[in-house]
């Protein structure tokens, strides 16, 4: 009887151990996940802030032709 008592307390060690490394691997799977997420949204950031400044430049660009052709025709 005690033999079943011992082998009772392991096994449960044992699928507590399983479900600890299945929790485990799914972490690191959902982990790797958000990462390449977040790596993805950088590079997004990036891309619309490249955009942004363009636009900027061009509206500046546009608003001093602007502000010239008042000049010439005023």
């Known amino acids: 009887m005690a033999r079943q ?3 009772g307390p392991l096994l449960l060690g044992d699928e507590l151990r399983n479900a600890f490394g299945d929790t485990q691997a799914q972490w690191d799977v959902e982990r790797c996940e958000l ?3 977040r790596d993805q949204l950088k ?3 990036l891309k619309a802030q ?3 400044a363009d ?4 509206e500046e660009a546009l608003q001093v032709e602007h ?3 008042q000049e010439k025709y005023s």
């Open 5 to 7: 008592n011992q082998e």
């Open 35 to 37: 990462v390449h997420e």
């Open 43 to 45: 590079k997004d950031l």
């Open 50 to 52: 490249d955009v942004l």
């Open 55 to 58: 636009a900027t430049q061009r």
């Open 67 to 69: 502000e010239r052709l």
